[in-house]
């Protein structure tokens, strides 16, 4: 198959992979990279690899994106082996070129990369059942207790100030002031429901300065779709989508998650009326987050998970509305008011949460009582 979205020919001189090439599948879940799987004759097995390009708009890095993304591949990799898992299954690996670069530089000065391609695996971009969100949870917490002792200060930061909910504010307030694209006069409403949530925004910032809540190494985009899970037994086998691996707040990842995970709808819905949050989602994500991180959270990291969750759909929204009010230069959109829509996606969820926060307190503290 020729493809205009890369050149197979000088990809396949660039790495040795097995087998013969015969075609690729896209990959375009994600907002970001673009992500294809290329397929070979393998000996009479299908034999497949990911390739990535990397989005440099976004990570304007890339060669420290891929010392960050080697050195946490190989860390959980390591601790998969240890543990007598399966590390092509339960970890990604990357592939080195010919000359030993952990990604491709192309003439055009594309960034490439090559990664294992797990099979026998499903992702979701909805939660079919509050059983998959459960598995999910268990998921990411493990990989939260997985990183926990990865070595901080050899990470860069991907993309700087990624889950700082002040500088998001900021760069909201920018991209309302300039109005790029001209569009500022059209989303008042959503304009001023984010400055009426102002406070929100520096209340987890506030307590990582005051020591209150601890650094950590983080995923930072727990997305339900980021999660491999096995065809076989349903459980959730691998964690994906590791660009932006970076110190943080075990927060950002929980909230992340729900954000995505809670809604009733998908993330572009245009109809608000089907946009709710489900707290029976919560409770079951949150059981199974907490059945594998628990023990090494604080109470302070427990007490705010239903704040958390709050605030990084805020943030999200806020991000979809700045890139609306900038021209959509930042997420990848497939119809002009693509941004504007998840936007008002995600306020509508913060005024669930907001709704139902009490509940979510209470369905926090249930589940950390019983896991004591
Ligand atoms: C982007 O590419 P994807 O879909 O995994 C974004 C996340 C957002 C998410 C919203 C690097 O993730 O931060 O939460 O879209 N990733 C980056 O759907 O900005
Ligand atoms: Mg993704």
């Given amino acids: 198959m020729v493809s205009n979205l890369f050149d197979i020919e000088e990809i396949k001189s660039q790495y040795n992979f097995k087998g013969e090439y015969y075609d690729f599948d896209i990959l375009n879940n994600g907002h970001i990279n673009n992500t294809y799987v290329l397929n070979f004759d393998y000996n009479g097995c299908e034999k497949s690899y990911v390739l990535q390009q990397i989005n440099t708009s976004v990570f304007k890095n890339p060669e420290e994106l891929m010392r960050n993304y080697v050195g946490v591949t190989d860390f959980v990799r390591n601790k998969v082996i240890e543990a007598g898992g399966n590390p092509l299954r339960e970890s990604l ?24 391609y797990v099979i026998n695996t499903v992702s979701y971009n909805f939660p079919d059942s509050t059983e998959i969100c459960r598995k999910a949870g268990k998921t990411f917490g493990n990989f939260q207790k997985l990183l ?89 086998i691998c964690v994906i989508d590791l660009d932006t691996v970076m110190p943080g707040l075990s927060l950002y990842d929980f909230g992340d998650s729900l954000r995505f995970a809670g809604n009733t709808a998908d993330e572009d819905e245009k109809d608000l009326s089907k946009v709710r949050f489900n707290t029976e989602i919560y409770r079951s994500y949150t059981e199974g987050y907490l059945s594998a991180a628990g023990d090494s959270l604080t109470p302070a990291e427990i007490y705010y998970l239903p704040f958390s969750v709050k605030l990084m759909t805020l943030e999200c929204g806020i991000r979809f509305l700045t890139d609306y009010l900038n021209g959509d230069v930042y997420f990848r959109i497939s119809r002009p008011e693509h941004n504007l829509d998840r936007c008002r996606t995600q306020f509508k969820l913060v005024e669930e949460i907001e709704e139902k926060y009490v509940e979510l307190m209470g369905i926090t503290q249930l589940i950390s009582e019983q896991l004591k």
């Fill in 93 to 116: 690996k990357v592939y080195y070129t010919k000359d030993g670069k952990p990604f491709y530089l192309d003439k055009t000065g594309r960034y490439w990369r090559v990664i294992n």
């Fill in 148 to 236: 926990a002792d990865y070595p901080a200060e050899e990470l860069c930061e991907t993309i700087p100030n990624f889950h700082n909910t002040v500088s998001r504010y900021n760069d909201f307030l920018k991209a309302v002031e300039e109005d790029r694209a001209g569009r500022a006069a059209e989303v008042t409403k959503e304009i001023e429901f984010v400055k009426a949530r102002k406070k929100d925004c520096s209340v987890l910032l506030d307590l990582l300065e005051k020591g209150e809540l601890p650094l950590r190494v983080t995923h930072n985009d727990t997305k339900l779709n980021n999660v491999l899970f096995d065809k076989k037994t349903g459980d959730g």
